[in-house]
């Protein structure tokens, strides 16, 4: 099965490399810059699973050449656009394009441009960036993807095809026999830390160690995963516990990504994630005061970037 990374950043770079160090063949698609300095230092992944220096296949949009079995998407919600025109050229009759974003709004605009039957559902969950000479940095300990039909038989014969070119990283792969519900629930979870943690400006841990932080992370969550049961998608119990256990750690250190993109004054993907909950919630009638107080704050930080 060949694979065509889009991206070498923190998430495709970890995933793709791992993939390709396990014996999977794994292509990344680059702009030239980023080509240029793997070509010549290597892709360098620093993980507590161990560190490795990787010398994958690479091509730019000027050298990409044939189709691809898989497709892999690991950009942000903000760059979906000029991403898709990139791949383009590398999506047949029989590509299957996975996207491992966050949010669930990408599937739309996926499925228009090629169409529901080419589009796996998948989702990653892992803390990961680049370091400042361009090496990728796993942070934690949990390095997850998961991915599988949105329609149909769950192990379809490109289903296992993947879990088996996927096999044997240093991250956890799943073939899941509902996408669906497991990229909701990872919705949920990410949309109260990312509301949380961009509003009040800190780890979960300090906010829940404020006297109402703790109400209102619970507060966020219940929110979001109001809007998920009426979409269809339940949080079913397990993650529920999963998420109130977190959120109620005094001593939690985490953060959403979408929050250290904040503090750097960089582009923030407030609409697909916090604003597309909101716009859910009205449409469904569910009451999201706190998620609507929260996408208040993010459209007023986009709106200051965008004046400079």
């Known amino acids: 099965m060949r694979l065509l990374f889009l991206g070498a950043g923190g998430t495709g770079g970890y995933f793709g490399g791992r993939a390709a160090q396990a014996g999977a063949d794994v292509t990344f698609l680059l702009r030239e810059a980023r080509a240029a300095r793997i070509r010549e230092q290597g892709l360098r992944i620093q993980s507590p699973f161990g560190d490795a220096t990787l010398h994958p296949q690479v091509v730019t949009e000027q050298t990409l050449q044939g ?16 991403a898709i025109e990139a791949i383009r050229p590398a999506v047949g009759p029989d590509t299957a394009v996975l ?45 997850n993807i998961v991915f599988g039909e949105r329609a149909g038989p769950a192990r379809s014969d490109r289903g296992v095809a993947l879990e088996q070119a996927l096999a044997g990283g240093e ?4 073939l899941s026999e509902d996408i669906y519900q497991d990229i909701w629930e990872k919705y949920v979870m990410l949309t ?24 209102i992370l619970l507060s966020l969550l219940q929110e979001s995963q109001a809007v ?17 256990k977190l959120l109620s750690d005094r001593s939690q250190p985490m953060t ?11 582009p923030v993907e407030a609409d697909h994630i916090v604003g597309d909950m909101v716009h859910r919630a009205r449409t469904l009638g569910v009451d999201a005061t706190y998620l609507r107080v929260a996408y208040s704050h993010l459209q007023v930080y986009q709106a200051q970037r965008a004046a400079g």
């Open 256 to 266: 959403a990504s979408m929050f250290r993109d904040l503090r750097q004054g960089l």
């Open 99 to 143: 996207p491992i974003m966050n949010g669930v709004l990408q599937y739309d605009v996926l499925d228009r441009e090629f169409g529901p039957h080419r589009v796996l559902g998948g989702l990653c969950q892992i803390n990961a960036t680049l370091g400042a000479e361009g090496e990728v940095v796993h942070l934690g300990k949990h390095a």
């Open 171 to 174: 991250y956890v792969s799943r």
């Open 228 to 244: 998920a049961a009426a979409s269809g998608h339940a949080v079913r119990p397990e993650a529920d516990a999963f998420v109130q």
């Open 192 to 215: 109260t830390l990312a509301a949380a943690t961009c509003l009040m400006r800190g780890s979960i841990g300090q906010i829940a160690s404020t006297d109402d932080g703790i109400g």
């Open 67 to 82: 189709t691809y079995d898989v497709v892999v998407l690991s950009c942000k919600a903000y760059d979906l656009a000029s």
